[in-house]
């Protein structure tokens, strides 16, 4: 909400406060926009963690997820920049801190720490590993996919074995190479809150590392959940081992996740700057729903409870794969919380730690509800999309080509 | 050692990319936006190239020297005239020919007199909604020459947010007159007759001094010689909201 709404505006805001603030604070600057985006580039590096598994730890197990999570990780990753160019007040102007880099700034440098992982990382990697399938599928598609593979595969032809060993070698060599950038992608969005001394509720070196523990098991959650819905639609049977496999990578990292968040909560209260009562104040009335119900208890400990039942008790596979999938949606709700309480927690108490403010949403407008649904549903057009052009089987229904035979000779 | 076919095509596709950010950077970018020095003097090249709007307060004076001796003796003398008249160089070269702005809506002044939390405690705030509501500033207050149409009897009158907090404090009932002897010009020139403060430990000692006579009952009492003997009380408590209670 806009103060430029004049004195009834203001009035109105005035109500929601309480205690003392200082007049900048009354309006929330960074709106639900501001938490689509570290959630979103969460989603991308966590996927991309869970693509690594096969290629530089080689667990065969997750193979049959490994393409689904490097297309989820690229249609999600072409969507983070929107909500911060539909947050500017002049997105056209976006390409500048591309051109005029300020290296001092460390939000100016996102231009650079996302095209370095969209293009050094992501697309290079999925080129090599597709690079294969869309020769064959440029010979056997028709007319017009047949160019766009063609063009796709940058006109190349060599499928001989001498040269597919070298993709796979080079997805390898990526993959090592991705993983301290999917790091740094989204420790970078947490080093952007941490870095900020001046927010008790921001400032901490722990912050970039709880961003990244939390972006793994986002992210994980994310490639199960797409996994076990597009078995669902396709009518296919869902691998067991797999499913398996990676709930229980998925147990320890939110296990990680919660001792990470415990240990910064504990750390703050014992240090007991005098912020601790304010920011005490701030999780028991402002934050009490996001943070202790839907973050911590909805989206940790219940998707925990429900994934050691599933694993303890020996169910089927019927009533396994029911309680992975809520456990998983679940997870994805609470960690929406936790960037909920982080952008918007982090502005609803005053600097002068004597007041607090509230956020109110807008519905309609450019930074709105919808806005942030929108930009939420984008991701999955993107990967259906991608999903069709690229299929994860490889061509003509042959089992997983290049990948499948590194994992197989492991 | 053979160079691998894709390599190469990936090699074209990359080497295309950064021959586009080059010719991007190099070519495409004016010179005057990577350049501090020369995107300075263009700037200033630019902004003095746009035409002068304002006459500048000297250039009032020549004509209208009854209003600017006036108001050069009153709390409006260091604003400059086209501050509420408008840009008015138009006026200064050719009278006749354009007239500045009279403010006469309650806006112009609402800039600075408007209530807000962050203005200084003293100086002069109302609340639009509740003050004369629908008059214009002007027909009370001289803007030229602005003092309050009556001269404030209660320290309320400005210091509205130090009266609410000691009115829920257990200062509640001392009079301001009690710590602050306020020389009667500080109601016409506040910032130049100042009132006194207590200065020393003594001073509250008189009501919060242990075994003291005359102090009054329900007071918290201290011995003065020992507690937080390097501090000034006003230090540690504040006098309008002290935190002790009887």
């Known amino acids: 909400m806009s ?112 095209a370095w992982y969209l293009m050094g990382v992501l697309l290079l990697e999925i080129w090599f590993e597709y690079r294969r399938d869309l020769i064959e599928l440029a010979q056997t598609s028709r007319f017009p996919l047949n160019w766009v593979y063609r063009v796709l595969s940058l006109y190349s032809k060599d499928t001989s074995e001498a040269s597919l060993a070298f993709d796979r070698k080079a997805t390898q060599v990526i993959t090592i190479i991705g993983i301290p950038s999917a790091f740094l992608l989204h420790g970078y969005v947490g080093f952007i809150f941490g870095s900020v001394k ?30 076990m819905v597009r078995a669902g639609v396709r009518g296919e049977p869902i691998d067991m081992p797999c499913l398996d496999r990676i709930t229980s990578y998925l147990f ?26 304010i920011l005490g104040s701030l999780i028991t009335h402002k934050l009490f729903m996001s943070l202790w119900v839907v973050q911590i208890l909805l989206g940790m400990f219940i998707p925990l409870g429900i994934l050691v039942l599933a694993k303890a008790c020996g169910f089927g596979a019927e009533l396994r794969k029911l309680l992975y999938f809520t456990a998983v949606i679940l997870i994805q709700i609470g960690i929406f919380a936790t960037r909920w309480n982080v952008v918007i927690g982090g502005q609803l ?35 259906y999309v991608l999903l069709k052009l690229l299929p994860t089987e490889g061509p003509r229904g042959k089992a997983l080509s290049g990948a499948t035979s590194t994992a197989r000779t492991v | ?90 006026h200064a070269e050719d009278p006749s020919a354009a007239k500045p702005v009279i403010p006469r809506d309650r806006t ?77 010009r500080h109601k016409t020139a506040p910032r130049t007759a100042l009132p006194s403060k207590p200065d020393s430990r003594e001073f509250c000692a008189t009501c919060h001094g242990q075994g003291r006579a005359g102090t009054p009952k329900e007071a918290p009492k201290v011995d003065i010689a020992t507690h937080g003997a390097r501090n000034l009380c006003w230090e540690c408590h504040y006098p309008h909201l002290p935190e002790g209670r009887p």
């Open chain 2, 1 to 90: 050692m053979r160079i691998p076919e894709q390599v190469k095509r990936l090699a074209i596709v990359i080497g295309v990319l950064v021959a586009l950010t080059l010719v991007a950077r190099f070519v495409l970018i004016p010179r005057s936006l990577t350049s501090t020095s020369l995107h300075w003097s263009l700037t200033t090249q630019r902004e003095s190239a746009k035409p002068v709007k304002f006459a500048g307060s000297t250039a009032c004076q020549d004509c209208h020297d009854d209003i600017a001796a006036k108001k050069a003796k009153s709390f409006h003398r260091v604003l400059a005239c086209e501050g509420c008249h408008a840009p008015s160089v138009k």
């Open chain 1, 3 to 114: 103060l430029t709404k004049g004195a009834d505006g203001l009035a109105e805001l005035l109500g929601q406060v309480t205690g003392f603030i200082y007049p900048n604070e009354i309006e929330v600057h960074w709106s639900i926009l501001i938490v689509v985006y570290p959630y979103v580039t969460g989603l991308v590096a966590g996927a991309f963690i869970l693509a690594s598994l096969v290629k530089v730890f080689r667990i065969k197990e997750v193979q049959p997820t490994y393409r689904l999570s490097l297309l989820t990780a690229l249609a999600f990753l072409l969507i983070a920049p929107l909500p911060l160019l539909l947050h500017l007040s002049q997105p056209q102007r976006f390409y500048e801190i591309l051109l005029t880099p300020n290296p001092t700034s460390a939000m100016a440098m996102f231009g650079f720490v996302y």
């Open chain 1, 349 to 383: 108490f005053s600097k002068s730690f004597r007041g607090l403010t509230t956020y109110k949403m807008e519905v309609m407008g450019i930074e709105g509800l919808l806005a942030a649904l929108v930009l939420l549903a984008l991701p999955f057009v993107v990967l």
């Open chain 2, 108 to 184: 112009t002044c609402a800039r600075c007199h408007a209530y807000d939390p962050s203005r200084p405690t003293g100086f002069p705030q109302i609340n639009l909604t509740t003050h004369n509501p629908l008059k214009s500033c002007s027909t009370c207050h001289n803007p030229h020459d602005p003092v309050p149409p009556k001269v404030p009897k209660e320290c309320a009158a400005c210091h509205a947010q130090i009266e609410r907090t000691k009115a829920v404090s257990s200062h509640a009932l001392l009079t301001c007159t009690t710590c602050h002897k306020a020389p009667e």
């Open chain 1, 198 to 227: 001046a927010n008790p509720w921001w400032g901490s070196v722990l912050m970039p590392i709880v961003f990244l523990m939390s972006a793994i098991v986002s992210g994980i959650a994310l490639v199960i959940l797409i996994y």
């Open chain 1, 252 to 277: 320890y990292a939110v296990i990680v996740d919660f001792s990470l968040e415990a240990l910064d909560f504990v750390h703050r209260l014992y240090q007991s700057e005098e912020s601790v009562k």
